[in-house]
């Protein structure tokens, strides 16, 4: 009998979203749960074998399936293992054999790989990258990550961990602590959290400038208080993210400089601001990027800045749904 099934994980800093999905990309049923409601990765395998095993329940067995592709912090793609994800409470302090426990839990194969690389994938199969044989996918959530795709290829490196673009140091002289243990990552800046903290440094250096965002104890902001108060018109909330456009701008002109993409396209909650982080981005983007790889009139670069064409998770369901797909 032929399977018609794969099961794509995306596990996220706060939500590790999956779902079942069929040879057309459809995806037929989905599940979610907090990742961060774990200590080890045994509790947390548990947790995710047992949702899993529901939804394979639901779509008519194991027989059906032909395995399961994990999109995961850090994760592996030679390994299998999740290694030194810092933003993941039971992942951050050394290697978690994740497809290995995955694979015992629910009897079906299992692959993984970074979720910014899964992302990536289901961009360009079903999404915005659907037709490019190079471009720089980053997902802007809890961190920065990044999937490099050149010649058609997904960059992985000697080791698997090739393409950590969050982690490149932006501010190299008193730059922010980062979650990896380095300091001035683009991480610190540009993620989610890092427009909460650049609120609240904000607000503590300049005290008397108002600001709706001030209604909030200050270490209970979110990027989305941040992003309402600059719907609304905040100057303040503006400024925020014209700071957070301008470091990413700044980044990826660099990105631009070691492999001429045709587009870098934007995933995840952050990029949901749309025109509010997409202007600075692409004036910072012409001001810091050579030449070469600007447009004759020198007022645009060549490399698009797009973004993502799937809804919320799916691109990273997709993606690492595909992964499964050469299991057969």
């Not at 659907?130 to 996918?137: E, L, P």
């Not at 997902?139 to 000697?158: A, F, H, M, Q």
């Not at 995933?267 to 949901?272: A, D, E, I, T, W």
Request: proline share 3%; with cysteine; aromatic share 8%.
């Amino acid at each position: 009998m032929n399977k018609p099934y794969v099961m794509g994980i995306d596990i996220g800093g706060i939500n590790t979203e999956f779902g079942v999905v069929d040879v057309r990309g459809q995806i037929k049923y989905k599940g979610k749960f907090p990742t961060a409601n774990y200590t080890t990765a045994e509790s947390y395998v548990n947790t995710l074998a047992k949702a899993l095993n529901n939804l394979v329940s639901d779509a008519g067995g194991k027989d059906l399936f032909v395995g399961i592709g994990v999109g995961a912090p850090n994760g592996n793609f030679y390994s299998g293992n999740m290694e030194f994800a810092p933003n993941i409470t039971w992942a951050r302090d050394g290697a978690v054999p994740l497809a290995k426990m995955i694979s015992e839990a629910t009897g079906l194969p299992c692959a993984l790989t970074n979720d910014a690389n899964a992302a990536a994938i289901g961009e360009m199969t079903y999404g915005a990258a659907k037709g490019m044989k190079n471009f720089i996918m980053i997902t802007l959530g809890t961190g920065v990550g990044s999937g490099i795709v050149i010649n058609g290829n997904l960059v992985y490196g000697s080791d698997g961990f090739a393409g950590e673009l969050g982690h490149v140091i932006m501010r190299r002289n008193d730059g922010r602590p980062c979650g990896c243990g380095r300091q001035g990552c683009l991480e610190a800046y540009a993620s989610a959290t890092g427009v909460a903290r650049t609120a609240r440094e904000i607000l503590s250096l300049n005290k008397d400038r108002e600001s709706a965002l001030r209604r909030i104890p200050i270490d209970s902001i979110t990027s989305k208080d941040v992003f309402d108060a600059a719907v609304a018109g905040d100057k303040v909330a503006k400024e925020i993210f014209e700071f957070t456009g301008s470091i990413l701008g700044e980044a990826f002109a660099d990105f631009i400089a070691f492999s001429s993409p045709e587009a870098i396209i934007l995933f995840g909650g952050l990029s949901k601001a749309g025109d509010l982080l997409k202007k600075p981005i692409e004036e910072s983007m012409k001001k810091h990027t050579l030449k070469v790889f600007k447009e004759r009139d020198e007022d645009k670069t060549k490399a698009k800045l797009l973004f993502s064409e799937l809804k919320d998770a799916e691109a990273a369901i997709l993606g690492a749904s595909a992964l499964a797909w050469e299991l057969k």
